[in-house]
C-alpha cells in the first residue's frame, strides 16, 4: 500500500492518506482540523487539568472482569498482552466480529469517525468550516448516497459478519464512561456506527490509495499538446531504468529527443518535485529458500502515521467444538471500522499489500451538443445518443457554521471534475463509483484460505481498491496477482484523456477472474513489490498504468533478494530496515560535477568532502546524503518545471513533477544535450549554478553546513490530529520526534509523520518466530496503560514478536 495521507494536523487539512495500506498515498487519517474551531483553545486548556483528567480516565476501555454483550451466541474471551494486543478467541465468526467491533469502539471509535466522514465527505459536520474544501472534492462521488446500494449487494455471509461488527462497535462506544476525549475538544457528540459506515472506510481507503480526479492524465494531455508525443514520452517515461518486474520482462527505454519541441524557446517555470511515493514494500521467499519449507512473506506498508496508528493488531479465534485445534486462528492486524483481518497470517496461508498503481480510472473529455435555446441544461454526446446532464445539489453542513450549496454535475461516466485547457468539460470515470466497488466476501475467503490457490481465488472475489497482494502457503508455494475489481479498458493505453462520445474508447465492463494476471512459483523462488509495475507486456496493458513508482524500491529490493539463497524472518527484516541509497549514487557524480566547476568558491566550502564521504545511506548523521538527497529534490523540480510549469496546466494542488520524470532529468543532467537546455536558461553550466545557488540557499536557511544533516530534516513526526492546536495535548499523546533512518528512496521508507505503519515477517505455520513491529502503538488514550508500547522498537527497528505476550488482563464478554 503506499500512497494511502497523513495524520490530522490541524493546520493544514489533509485526511488519508490506506496515499498508502494496504498500502497510494497504505491510510492513516491525517486531517486538518482545527484552525476554524473557535473556543478550542479554552477547551484544550481545561483539557489539561482536573477536568480533562476526568474524561480520559472516563473513556478508557474495559480490560478486565465480565461485559454483558447482546447478541453473542456464547462467551468471547478477550486475553491482552502487556502492549495491549488481544486474543479473542470465540465459537464463531458472528461473535467474533461482534467482539472485535466491540474492542474498536472501545478504543479507535474517533479514528473510525474520521475514516467514515473522509469517505462520505462529511468531515466539516465533525471539525468546521476548515474542512469544506476537501469535502466538496470528495461529494463529487456521492459515496454516502450510493453506501445503501452497496451494502444490499453484499453475500449473506458479509451482511451477517458486518452486522454483527456494527453492533458491537457501538456497543463498546456505550460501555465507555465518557465519549473519547476528542469529541469534548471538538464540542461534539459522537453518532452511532452503521455498517454503511464500514463501506465509507473502504471508500476512504479509495481517496487514498487511487487517483479520484484524473491530473496525471490532464498533465499528459496538456504536455503532448504543447511539447509533443516525443518528449512527453520522455519527460513522462512509461519505463524507466530502474524498472524491476517480476516476470523479467525487458522493455525499450523511451529515447531522448535529438531536436527541441517547436515553441519552448520562451516557456520557463517551476514545479513541485514528485510526491513521496506513498508506497509500501512487500516480498515472499519459496519454502525452497528457508529452513523449515514453507514459504515466507514481508510486508510494511508506508503511510501517514499518527496517534494511534491505523492499525490495530489482534489475535483471532475461532475455537472448534471438539478438539484442540481451531476452526480459525488469524494474526495480524485489522482496520477500525471494518471486521476483517487485513494484513497477517492463518497459519495456513499468510499474506501482504501494496498499492497496485494499475488503471483505476479514464479521463473524459465530454462533447458537448450546442445549446439549441437558452436556460436548457446542458446535454454531451455519448455512444447511444445526447445524454443531458444532471444537475444535483447535496448541501455541505459545517459545524458551526450555515449550509452551502454543493453544486454536483453528473454524467453517465461520472462527474464533471473541471475543465481542460480548451474549456472542455473533464469527466473522471472511476471504478470506486460502480456498484461493484465493494465486496467483503473475498476477505472472509482470504482469512480462511488453505493454500495460494484458495488465496488467489478469494482475492478475485474481493472487491477493495486495487492492490498488488503477495501470498505464500504452509507448503512452500508463493503467488502475486491483483485484488480487485480492474476495468476492462478500451483505446485507453496512452494515459491521455479522450472523448468517449463515439464507442472507440471506454470500458467494457471488468476483467473476469481469469483474465487478471498471476504470478504463481517463480523459477527463482522469490517475488516483490513496492509500487512498481509487476509485469510487461500484454499483461501490463491489461492492468493498465495507474502511475507506477519509478522501480529504486523494487530494484533494490530484487537485488538484495538475489544476492542470498536461504533466508530466515530476520534475513528478510533487515531488507525491510535497509537505508542504503545504491539507486541515487548517480546524484553524487551529477554534484560533485557542478561543484568541481567552484571549486576555489569559498561558498562552497566544504561541500565536496561532504559529498565525497557521505557514506551512501540515509542516516541521521549524513550531510553528504541530504547535500545529494536536496540537489536532485531541486533538478527535478527547475527542470521539469522549465519544461511544464510555463503551460496551461489545471492542477488543484500545484503542479508537481511525475514520479518517473526523475529518471528523464537525471539522463539530461548526465548528458547534456544541447538541444535540451531547459527553457529560460542559457546553457547546461547555467542550469547547475542555479540548482548549486538553490542548494546553498537551503543549507544556510538550515544555519550552515554543519547543521545540514539529514536527521534535521528527516524526524519522526508523529503527532496526535488535534495536538497541533490543542495546548499541552501533545505532551500527552506524542512519541518524542527524534532523527529517524531512511527516506522514501530507499526500502526503509520514512519521512516526518510517513513510514512503515507496521512491518511483518511471518512464515506460515511457523507463527511462533514471526516478527512485528508498530508506530504509535494500540492505544489511543494517554491513560490506557500499554499507550505507546512497541513505538521505540519501531524507531530503532527492534524485532519482536508477532504473537501476542504473556496475558496480562482478561476481559469476557457473555451473551444478554
Known sequence: MTRMNTTPDLSSARIPSVRKPFPRRPLTVAVTVAAGLSGIVAVGLVLAGGYGWHILHASRPQLDGQHALPGLSSSVSIARDADGVPTLTARNREDLARALGFLHGQERFFEMDLLRRTGGGTLSELVGPVALSLDRRHRLHRFRARAGRLLASQSDEARAVLDAYTKGVNAGLNALGHAPFEYTILRAAPTPWTAEDS???????????????????????????????????????????????????????????????????????????????HGSNSFAISGALTRTGSAMIANDMHLDLGVPNIWYRARQIVAAPDGPAPMLDLNGVTLPGMPFQVVGTNGAVAWGFTDGYVESGDLIRLDMVPAERENVLPRYQTPNGPRTVEILDEPLCAARAPCRPNRIEQTVWGPIMGHDSSGAPLVWRWSAEDDNAIGMEGFLDIERATDIRHALDAAHRAALPAENMLVGDRAGHI??????????????????????????????????????????????????????????????????????????????????????????????????LDDHATQIAGWQTLLLRA???????????????????????????????????????????????????????????????????????EKMLTDRPPALVPPGSTSWDATEDRLLADLTRDVWKAGGLDHYRWGAFNHVGIHHPLARVVPLLG????????????????????????????????????EQSALFEMPAGQAANPLSPYFLRGHEAWVNGQARALLPGRTETTLTLVPR
Open 199 to 277: 463501506l465509507l472506510v473502504v471508500d476512504a481507503m479509495y481517496f487514498d490509495l487511487q487517483s479520484d480526479n484524473g491530473e496525471a492524465q490532464q498533465l499528459r494531455g496538456t504536455l503532448t499538446a504543447a511539447l509533443g508525443p516525443e518528449m512527453t514520452a520522455f519527460l513522462d517515461p512509461e519505463i524507466t531504468a530502474f524498472d524491476a518486474p517480476d516476470d523479467g520482462s525487458v522493455s525499450a527505454l523511451p529515447p531522448m529527443p535529438t531536436t527541441r519541441p517547436n515553441g519552448t524557446n520562451a516557456t520557463s517555470g517551476m514545479s513541485q518535485p514528485p510526491p513521496a511515493e
Open 479 to 576: 503467488a502475486w496477482t491483483i485484488i480487485g475489481m480492474i476495468p476492462r479498458r478500451v483505446g485507453l493505453n496512452d494515459r491521455l484523456p479522450h472523448s468517449w462520445a463515439n464507442g472507440t474508447h471506454g470500458w467494457n465492463g471488468y476483467l473476469t477472474p481469469a483474465e487478471v494476471p498471476e504470478i504463481i512459483d517463480p523459477p527463482g523462488g522469490r517475488l516483490w513489490t513496492a509500487n512498481g509495475r509487476i509485469v510487461g507486456g500484454a499483461a501490463l496493458a491489461t492492468l493498465g498504468d495507474g502511475g507506477y513508482a519509478d522501480g529504486m524500491r523494487a530494484s533494490q529490493i530484487r537485488d538484495r533478494l538475489q544476492a542470498r539463497d536461504s533466508f530466515t524472518e530476520t534475513d528478510l527484516k533487515a531488507i525491510q
Open 595 to 665: 561543484l568541481d566547476r567552484h571549486a576555489q568558491e569559498p561558498a562552497y566550502a566544504g561541500y565536496r568532502e561532504a559529498v565525497m564521504r557521505w557514506g551512501g545511506h540515509a542516516v541521521p548523521e549524513s550531510i553528504g546524503y541530504r547535500l545529494v538527497r536536496t540537489y536532485r529534490e531541486h533538478a527535478i523540480a527547475t527542470i521539469f518545471g522549465a519544461w511544464a510549469g510555463g503551460l496551461n496546466v489545471p492542477v488543484h494542488h500545484g503542479l508537481r513533477a511525475p514520479a518517473r520524470s526523475a529518471w528523464a532529468v
Open 731 to 766: 505532551f500527552l499523546t506524542d512519541p518524542p520526534d527524534v532523527p529517524e533512518a531512511g527516506d522514501t528512496l530507499v526500502p526503509r521508507v520514512q519521512s516526518p509523520g510517513f513510514g512503515a505503519s507496521e512491518r511483518i515477517v511471518v512464515s506460515p505455520g511457523h
